[in-house]
């Protein structure tokens, strides 16, 4: 199934974007050395959290907001990447469903592009931790984008 | 990439998923012909309407309510194939993304179950339409299991 | 609290917009004749379902997607009562939540616009029905408003 | 109009319920300290994020998982307050709509119980900020409270 558009490419790679992100956030370098984007590929990316305590909750378990965090930040680079540096992009939606517990250790996303249009950006993310893999959550989220350039926020 | 737990299998078939349909929503008929269980599997299913006249609206695109049921009937079917006939479960949370125009004509809904648990199932549905398959809406969905034996309502 | 910008006001009555709505959507009175704006107000709305035998689902509930229907529809008369009958609206997103089972009769739709801005309107609504008014379902919504004119679809 | 069931009623106060907190999650608390309940009524509540630099994001705005951390205390306040410190309770889905920008400061967040059933509980938020006290977020959620008793998880 082709989940997006017909020549969907990406304009920026994952090491741009990891650049890009550290650039932008310089205040949040403390909080985002844990987040970076592992892939990008034509129609969606792969990001990665690499959980450590701090990321805990009571349980061991990777906390609610760590993992939106990582959806959030998986859609900001599926946007990223696909339109460029000067996407002045917003999350405007999130839905997010959590299955499993997730252990310290790393949480990989894979991100979907499900549309691109002029204004709005869709996407979803499977989340999956352990060495099993299972997925521990899912996300789908919408990205404003608007017309005008200017400085990027998440 | 393992979406579901290892050992999920359905224990019905699509056919007998469609005979049951029929015989628990009998005054639905009329409006339940249009849809249907196409294919199950371990782990997930295959639902599709029949997108006719009475389906659209204006600019002759498949309604989003129209859509909606297609997504809810492929969570149910999810459970029921899953879990049986005795399954009472309800759907409690429908989070529903409309990404293009979807014409008259088969819209093929791929499910996935994201978590079958003793109390919730949560699925995910790609909804695809036209002769390009493009994706026209995406939805996620949790269906509650009580532990109790009884009639199966959607 | 105030949930909407000062200044939201409505551009047409209930009356008007279920005249148009009858207009816009010939080939559904059959199926719309069942809901109706009840009344509009600044930054929001009062829709109705008058649910009878077509709606239910066996153990005599409203079913999930006439619900559905009541909370699009509530979104869409939000959208067409604060800005008019061009309004090119679509719903993008719609979360909905089943609480409660609703029985035969009057389900009842509170409408709030939560934003109103040049290019989203995103509501919420609740669904109340039966004697003593109870929770029956609750949704979030997004319309997108396009910036041409032309005829709307719900 | 009454959104909980009749007879809903809090068994801890604003007070127990931050002690409370702050025992359960010992390493959160440099995160947790400007997250607190205000106030615990029937079939409700209000938590407050005293947003500093910490929260921000570029632009000055309170970041997404700042708002989604809110919105997922807020329902965990819900049930503990509600339902009692045995409660073992973990979210199961949040979906929260971004409207407006958020500057530093207070972020009030309203919490409605929409369902308190045995196994599932059900609440929406308002949160609001600035002199204005304009809606920047609004978010929906669902918290599975399992059977059994335990240490508490959010």
Redesign the interface.
Known sequence: ?????PGLAPVMTAEEVNAFLKQ??P??NEDFAAYEAVAVRPGGCTVRLNAS??H????N?V???SL??LA?IGGYVCVLSHIGREALS???????????KAEAGPVTG?CRI??LGR??M?F?I?M?AGV????VA?A?G?Y?IPPKRG????
Chains 1, 2, 3, 4 share one sequence.
């Open positions: 199934m082709t989940a997006h558009k932008v956030y205040q949040l305590e701090r805990l909750r009571p349980g378990t906390s609610g907001p939106f965090t959030d917003v999350t405007t939606n999130l839905n997010i469903n959590f299955m499993r894979e499900l549309k204004s709005l869709v979803d499977d999956t099993d893999r299972h997925l899912h789908t919408t404003s400085a990027a926020l998440g």
